[in-house]
Structures are given as structure tokens and as C-alpha cells.
């Protein structure tokens, strides 16, 4: 493994590249395929850009291991840290027109009577549920002075007992001692395991579009499911994404839909949930950010989906861990953030009198690069052993692996993001109107990353898969 950045401590991050690649079980020797260059940091007191550089590069070393296992060439693996860093903000810059505010306007931090919380309120039903416990006008003001009447914790359960989103916000120290930090704490970064029969499969990948004939069911939201699926549809799959009628996420669609075919079905109505089940039944990999137990009311909990697809490939995302207590909780990266003391850490380093947040929705992005590693993995176990596989990863315990600084602030080389002509790709016609894409931060020998479709809006495609 080689690499050249301007950074204090040049260990770090082949370092993380291990850690993550050692999770997903793969074989160290694909390690010796990656090398690294770019110069420029994302401004944080963690070290952000290396978590971005690291998570990639992960994702790419599992396409190199397919490869390798299918042809016995180990192809290069090259990963710019400034496009990571780049990409794991946003990709897309519009030509014309403007992205939707990425937050809504009662979503934030908030002094409640003895801390910090942060209210998540972009979903409808999110912000219904924290006004309702407030009992306030819909305002910022109103919010603000409604919480400053609570306790932290004793606001966050009730919000979240109400269906909402919130976290009190925790030191790094204090998130330890937690009982859900220490459950955390006690899970590994993703659990893998092989719980299928030996079946038969004939796919094998293409040096050039390693993933073509791969059926890539996505049925996840915001962020981190989307991510992992973006990169699966660049590397040739056929990924479809389901969503009900109705729903949107209009500040990050345009940045996640690239290269899919986005349907709708109402899976409260039985004709709509078979065609799930059908879809499922001809899927080489699901990909899904449900709840644990929103699928198991559906009747398609984990085993259910191992009887319909014995060959499947599920992976699977959870915000607060897969044990403990919050182990059905609500959670995004912000509010990730918050509860494992990054946030807490980011203003006392910063010498800030509120909550430091990362530059990036990196807890987020990292794990969906986690997820994608895992799913291409999970395609090599099935060409050696010819069994699906299942992976577990969590927004929480991705945030572990997230470090502070060592070196001062002031010795940062800061991201320029002024000029970006030599990072664009090409503009792309979205539903939204044209955009330039960069270029994408991984380069694999003879296979880079290409997607076959723009952007597009939810639901204009059928719920069916492409002929193969």
C-alpha cells in the first residue's frame, strides 16, 4: 500500500483502510493494490478526510478481491483524498438551479435547561412529533424557548417515545460509560455471517463492469443505504429503489439516485408486496435502512427474505447498534453525532460555546462505502463457497472509528474548493436540470466507475428488473 498527502501522521490512514477492510473479512493481501494521493484536509478537530479516503478505498479493494478471484489478476486500486473528501459532501453541482435546503427549519441544536440537544425534524411526522411534545408554534423561536424549559434526556424520550428524532449530546467519555455506548462498543463494525445453503450460481463478474448482470434491490433512504447503492449501480449493477408513494427527499435524491431505476409500491397493499417478494426472489443483493423490526411486521424479517432468496446477499443498516436497548431507534448521522460525543468534542477542541458538527455527513457516508464493501464481499463468498451471506453495519459504530487530531489545527492544508474544472467529470441531465458531476475519487485498473443513468426523479420507473 502507497500513498503521498500533507498530513502529520502518514500511518493513520492505511491504518483505517486495515481496520475497515479486516471487518468485512477480506483477504489482507488486496491491501497491496490501494494507493493513495491528493492533498487537502475537510476542517475538522477529527481526522474526516481520512475516514472519507479510507471508506472508499474499502469499497474498491473489495471490487479488486473479485476480480482477483474470478480472473487471478489483483487489479491497481487508486483513491484521490480531495475528490473523497469532495464526494462525501456532495458530487453534484447544479448548472442553473439550486438544491433544496438540506435542512428543515426547526431542525437544529437546541439549549434545553441543563445541555445540549439536537432536534431532527426534515420528515413531517418527525416534526409533528416534536412540536406536539413541546407543545409550541412551529417556529424556531418558539422551539427554542420550549426546550429551554426541559431536561435533555428527559425531552429526548419523550420525542422519541412519540414517534420523533433527538439526541442529548454527550462527551466521547460520557457516551462510553452509556449503556448503549457500551453495547455499542461491544459489537464489531459490521457482522457477517453466512447463513444460506450452498446453491449454485453462474454469474461472474466482467473485468470492465464488474457488477453487470448483478439485480441490486434498494430499499433504503437517507444517506447511508443511498450511498452504497450509488457506487453498486456504478460498477455496472442493475439497481432498483423502492420507495412508497408520496415520499421525497428532495435535498439529497438528486445527489443518490445516479445510475438507478427508482419505482414505487405501497407495501401496505397486498398485490404491491408481491411484487416485493417477487423482486426479492430474482435479487442477487438487498440493501435496506428499514428499521429492524418495520420489515418483520411485513412478514419479511431476515429469515423470511433467506427462504424467498436462499443465494441473497442481505445488508442491512441500523442507526444505534444491533443490541441494547435503542436498537429500533430512530436515528441519522447528525444525531449520531450528538449522542457519541463528536459533536462535544468538536466545540470544546474548536473552543466553540455550542455544538461543532463534522463538515460532512461523514458517519453517513462511511458506512454506506462499508455497506457496499460488504455486499461486493458478500458476491465473493458466493463465488467460492456458492452461499449468500448477510451484513449488519450501524451508524454508531462507524462513528468508533472516527478520530481526533493529533496534530494542531493551524497545520491543516485546508480543502480548496474554488476551482473544481479539473475534478469535473461531465454535466449530467438530471430531472432537476443539468449539473456537473465530478469525477469520482476511486480508480480501478480497466474498470472505472461509470453510471448508466442521470439522476432522475423518485418513482419513474417500473417495479420490475431489466432483461438480462
Known amino acids: ?14 491504518t483505517l483502510l486495515a481496520t475497515f477492510w479486516k471487518a468485512g473479512g477480506g483477504n489482507p493481501r488486496c491491501l497491496d493494490a490501494v494507493s493513495f494521493a491528493g492533498v487537502g484536509e475537510l476542517v475538522s478537530a477529527f481526522r474526516v ?11 474498491g479493494t473489495a471490487v479488486a478481491e473479485l476480480l482477483l478471484t474470478s480472473s487471478g489478476r489483483l487489479p491497481s486500486i487508486h483513491l484521490d483524498r480531495r475528490l473523497a473528501s469532495l464526494w462525501f459532501g456532495t458530487s453534484l453541482r447544479p448548472q442553473g438551479w439550486k438544491l433544496p435546503p438540506q435542512w428543515d427549519r426547526l431542525a437544529g441544536n437546541y439549549r434545553s435547561r441543563d445541555r445540549w440537544i439536537r432536534l431532527h425534524t426534515n420528515a413531517p411526522h418527525h416534526r409533528h412529533a416534536a412540536l406536539a411534545v413541546l407543545g409550541c408554534a412551529g417556529d ?3 422551539v427554542a424557548q420550549a426546550v429551554s424549559r426541559w431536561d435533555a434526556v428527559a425531552l429526548e424520550t419523550a420525542v422519541v417515545e412519540r414517534g420523533g428524532c433527538a439526541a442529548t449530546m454527550y462527551s466521547q467519555q460520557e457516551w462510553a460509560a452509556h449503556l448503549q455506548g457500551r453495547s455499542v462498543a461491544a459489537e464489531p463494525l459490521l457482522h457477517v455471517d ?44 442493475d439497481v432498483l429503489r423502492i420507495d412508497p408513494y408520496g415520499w421525497d427527499e428532495p435535498g439529497s435524491v438528486p445527489e443518490v439516485v445516479l445510475g438507478k431505476r427508482c419505482a414505487r409500491l405501497n407495501l401496505k397493499e397486498r398485490a404491491d408486496l408481491d411484487a416485493l417478494k417477487r423482486l426479492l426472489r430474482q435479487a442477487d443483493i438487498v440493501v435496506h435502512g428499514y428499521r429492524p423490526d418495520a420489515l418483520a411486521r411485513l412478514g419479511l424479517d431476515s429469515a423470511q427474505r433467506r427462504h424467498l432468496n436462499p443465494a441473497l446477499i442481505d445488508v442491512s443498516l441500523d442507526a444505534y447498534g444491533w443490541t441494547g436497548a435503542w436498537r429500533c431507534r430512530r436515528g ?84 480548496a474548493e474554488e476551482d473544481l474544472n479539473d475534478c469535473a467529470e461531465q454535466v449530467e441531465q438530471t430531472s432537476w436540470g443539468p449539473a456537473v458531476r465530478l469525477r469520482s475519487p476511486l480508480l480501478i485498473d480497466d474498470a472505472p466507475l461509470a453510471w448508466a443513468y442521470p439522476a432522475r426523479e423518485l418513482g419513474t420507473c417500473e417495479p420490475q428488473w431489466e432483461r438480462r
Open 1 to 14: 500500500m502507497s500513498w503521498r498527502a500533507a498530513t502529520a501522521d502518514e500511518d493513520h490512514l492505511p
Open 194 to 237: 453466512t447463513p444460506g445453503d450452498v446453491i449454485e450460481k453462474a454469474w461472474q463478474p466482467s473485468n470492465d463492469r464488474p457488477l453487470r448482470g448483478i439485480r441490486v434491490l434498494d430499499m433504503t433512504r437517507i444517506l447511508a443505504g443511498p450511498i452504497a447503492t450509488r457506487f453498486l449501480a456504478g460498477l455496472g449493477a
Open 49 to 59: 478526510t481520512d475516514m472519507a479516503a479510507a471508506a472508499i478505498a474499502a469499497a
Open 140 to 142: 424556531a423561536h418558539a
Open 332 to 415: 441519522f448521522d447528525s444525531l449520531i453525532q450528538m449522542s457519541t460525543g463528536i459533536a462535544e468534542a468538536g466545540m470544546r477542541v474548536m473552543g466553540r460555546d455550542a455544538p461543532v458538527s463534522l463538515p460532512v455527513q461523514a458517519i453517513d457516508h462511511a458506512t454506506g462505502y462499508l455497506m457496499a464493501m460488504a455486499a461486493i464481499r458478500g458476491l465473493t463468498t458466493r463465488l467460492e463457497r456458492g452461499v449468500g451471506t448477510k451484513a449488519r453495519a450501524s451508524l454508531a459504530r462507524t462513528a468508533s472509528a472516527l478520530t481526533l487530531r493529533a496534530e494542531p489545527m493551524s497545520d491543516l492544508v485546508a480543502l
